[in-house]
């Protein structure tokens, strides 16, 4: 196999090259990105270079790649938001199948990590989303919109070009030692905020579970749209004990505004689509991804779990995080 990793200076994209590199059957991979990798790397070629057309159609007919994992996704509006979140994700992501699908491409498989961010958080929501469950309401946020065109252009995508198989795996809220979301960082406060009169369900995937699945994917043929989530929902409150938390509520009218202390202050900023998701919660079937042959390491419960017992962990002894730099190595 020869692999293009795009979003190589993210978590996602150096956890996963450096995964791959593992494997016996893997030539080539190639990593692309405006950063450095997060993680030491032996075997991945790192490409610094923007989401252009002109400068992915290059580096595809040039590696003669046979396999693209697209991980630059943003899926937490805390980070960019407005054009540079369209610009990253639809637009970088319409360049990247084009230069896929341009005369003479040696691509014959695409994965991409999306969310579950898409289905959106309401209160007319099933208990569970499938994968070709609609929203019941419009997206509001801009997060959401360029979930749902990225899904859109895939699918075009893969209409267009029966030649390739494509997989678009939508991933629920991650838990783990090293991600940083909205949500792990609520977790690692002392008090964790709630909305009033409201207990929803969430639910959960483990770190490991996510670069499991995406390498499941790429060393597979599993073409189509597929949840990705530990099995099982659990109430806030309960995820909240178990992280042994206390809990503080925030009014259910103007929640954005009670809110907006808490960015202020610098402990955590909780988006719309975060404040929907602790009113309302969200639950995904994920029995799709479990016929096509992945088996989950964590459910749900079990994410919060490990969640719980690093953060005591780094709460005992220190964070002892290592950051890799790869001019000093």
């Known amino acids: 196999m020869r692999i293009l990793v795009t979003g190589l200076g993210t978590f996602w994209g150096s956890t996963l090259a450096q995964q791959l590199e593992g494997e016996p059957d893997v030539e080539l991979i190639v990593g692309v990105d405006t950063t450095e990798p ?20 290059r580096i595809v007919r040039a590696t003669r790649v046979d396999t693209i994992l697209h991980t630059h996704l943003l899926v937490d509006s805390t980070k960019d938001r407005g054009r540079a979140l369209h610009e990253i994700n639809v637009i970088g992501t319409m360049n990247l199948l084009a230069a896929a699908g341009a005369s003479g491409s040696t691509v014959r498989k695409v994965v ?18 499938r994968e070709s469950t609609p929203r019941t309401r419009p997206a509001r946020t801009g997060i959401e919109r ?14 267009d070009n029966p030649h390739v198989s494509v997989t678009l795996l939508r991933f ?16 690692s406060l002392p008090i964790v905020p709630e909305i009033f009169g409201f207990d929803p369900r969430v639910q959960f995937v483990h770190e490991d579970d996510v670069t499991g699945a995406l390498a499941y994917a790429t060393r597979r043929d599993v073409p189509g749209v597929y949840n990705v989530a530990g099995e099982g929902t659990i109430p806030w409150s309960e995820v909240c004990t178990m992280a042994g938390k206390r809990r503080l509520p925030m009014p259910p009218v103007l929640t ?10 610098g402990l955590v900023d909780l988006p719309p689509e975060v404040l929907s998701l602790l009113r309302y919660g969200r639950g995904v079937d994920t029995s799709a991804y479990r016929k096509a042959g992945y088996q989950y390491r964590y459910s749900t419960a079990e994410a919060v779990d490990a969640f719980a017992q690093a953060q005591r962990l780094r709460t ?4 002892t995080e290592y950051h890799y730099e790869r001019d000093v190595e």
């Open 146 to 159: 360029s979930l749902l065109e990225v899904g859109s252009v895939v699918g075009d995508f893969a209409e």
């Open 256 to 265: 954005a505004f009670a809110a907006e202390p808490l960015r202020l202050a």
């Open 172 to 187: 629920a809220n991650v838990l783990g030692d090293h991600i940083d979301t909205p949500i792990t960082r609520m977790l």
């Open 112 to 129: 991409v990590k999306s969310s579950t961010l898409g289905y959106g958080s309401n209160f007319q929501d099933p208990y569970f989303f």
């Open 38 to 57: 997060v993680v030491p790397l032996e075997r991945t070629e790192y490409v610094r270079a923007d989401s252009s057309f002109s400068i992915l159609e």
């Open 316 to 319: 005992t002894v220190g964070a």
